[in-house]
């Protein structure tokens, strides 16, 4: 017991913080509860949501089947960049061939039906069942995102005490703490844990289970456990696949001097990766037809004409998501709010500025390198994704790659004193204050989706 005091103290204090910041939402469904939905679904024996479609949330996966002129029904998605039916197939065909026939949609198109699926990666929906069990499509999502939430500072003071045990650092328990704490609340976490609501609740659990193959992967030390922990993890954040470097490196560091070990250590991580990759690909074609498809394409979004252009991914997308990333500042104002925050949300170095440290790290051991070059490999599909993480208080999709900083913060050594716990103080301060007022249209610019907009307090009282 006196190992687990520290953890166990940590998560009793993320729990009360974190509930007591939730407050009035701890009382009720968030606005956006996909995977309850979800979960409700597969307990119906559905992969569809229900008919009718959701009245709750928006980012729903909308495919629509068409009557074509010789009868046949097709399934898919009409295309917003030209006149044209892309079906599941993977076929084009001219709107023109489309019997009109059945329901239309605010653009006017025709469809003889529309299916709702999640278009997210669905493992957090696992943790929505026992609620569902209970209380159906009305289970409350915010219980399960802030509990899972409250797991992620113990969970990174636990990886750091691993990585000290196995001699690549030598941080202090008391340093631990400060750090696990600046991760709790002290990152974009902070928001994200007290929201539900189906992005929120991806990234918390993304999130804690990255953690959990963190510490089973330094020196390889459980292998199938981390297999599965990264599995779980890339199936409620696709980014985090790329988490799979850093195993691979320790592994080699650990065992190269023993090919059968090292084989066997890459073999038990590798199985339960590829099983969870099968199951999510065969849920994936169930519902797309293509084993890679979670259901974004087929998305009603403002970004949908880009995706048709560049697809989800492209480089014309990254000068915007570094902006977002890392140039974001709030507007200050001096009349009330006061301060009024773009909708593309703050730079990571003014929501967790204690990350500045990573830059100039005092050691650098064997974990260093693969750190960092699993960092970049999870942070690359963000930063090339056609979206920021609009709406947001900070750039959340950093998450992703958060616990990896964290750890890099542990191996480089940099003294915790007076100016770093400064730091940390002025990053929980950011924080509490976006896990109070988010998603207020006070404080958040609803309006424009452009990254930089001045004075946007302004143009808000002109249009009242």
Wanted: hydrophobic share 50%; aromatic share 12%; net charge positive.
């Amino acid at each position: 017991m006196q190992r687990w005091r520290i953890p166990l103290i940590l998560f009793g204090v993320s729990l009360v913080v974190f509930g007591a910041t939730a407050g009035r939402r701890l009382r009720r469904q968030s606005s956006d509860p996909h995977f309850v939905y979800l979960a409700d679904a597969w307990l119906h024996g559905r992969l569809a949501i229900a008919d009718p479609p959701p009245a709750k949330g928006d980012d729903w996966a909308k495919v629509a089947t068409v009557r074509l002129a010789d009868g046949r029904l097709v399934r898919g998605r009409y295309l917003r960049t030209r006149s044209a039916f892309h079906t599941v197939d993977g076929d084009e065909i001219p709107v023109s061939a489309i019997r009109p026939e059945g329901t239309r949609d605010r653009y006017g198109h025709f469809a003889v039906s529309t299916e709702h699926y999640v278009s997210f990666p669905p493992f957090p929906a696992v943790l929505m069942i026992p609620q569902v069990l209970i209380h159906g499509r009305i289970a409350n999502d915010v219980w399960p995102t802030f509990i899972v939430a409250a797991l992620c500072a113990p969970l990174l003071f636990l990886v750091i005490r691993r990585v000290r045990d196995a001699g690549l650092c030598e941080r202090t328990d008391r340093d631990a703490v400060w750090l696990s704490i600046a991760f709790a609340f002290g990152t974009v976490l902070y928001f994200s844990a007290v929201q539900g609501r189906v992005w929120y609740t991806a990234h918390v659990v993304g999130t804690a289970l990255a953690l959990g193959y963190l510490l089973c992967a330094i020196e390889a030390r459980r292998p199938a456990w981390a297999g599965v922990l990264l599995g779980c993890a890339a199936l409620s954040r696709v980014p985090l696949a790329f988490l799979f470097p850093l195993f691979a490196c320790e592994a080699w560091r650990v065992h190269r001097g023993d090919r059968a070990a090292l084989a066997r250590a890459l073999v038990r991580f590798a199985v339960p990766v590829a099983i969870l990759a099968v199951a999510a690909m065969a849920h994936n074609y169930a519902r797309f037809a293509d084993p890679f498809e979670f259901g974004h394409s087929y998305l009603d979004v403002r970004q949908q004409a880009n995706m048709e252009t560049y697809g989800k991914f492209h480089y014309a997308y990254l000068s915007r998501n570094l902006a977002v990333a890392l140039a974001l500042l709030p507007n200050v104002q001096s009349e009330p709010p006061y301060v009024f925050i773009n909708g593309h949300g703050l730079a990571l170095w003014f929501t967790t500025p204690i990350l500045v440290l990573v830059l100039w790290p005092r050691q650098r051991g064997p974990l260093h390198r693969p750190l960092w070059i699993t960092t970049a490999l999870v942070a690359a599909p963000t930063l090339l994704y056609m979206n920021s993480g609009w709406l947001q208080f900070g750039y959340r999709f950093s998450l992703d790659y958060m616990p990896l900083l964290f750890l890099l913060l542990a191996i480089g050594m940099r003294p915790l004193g007076r100016a770093a716990r400064g730091l940390v103080a002025f990053g929980i301060a950011v924080n509490l204050f976006g896990a109070v007022t988010f998603p207020s249209p006070t404080y958040y610019d609803y309006d424009h989706y452009d990254v930089v907009v001045p004075h946007a307090p302004l143009h808000k009282r002109i249009k009242k």
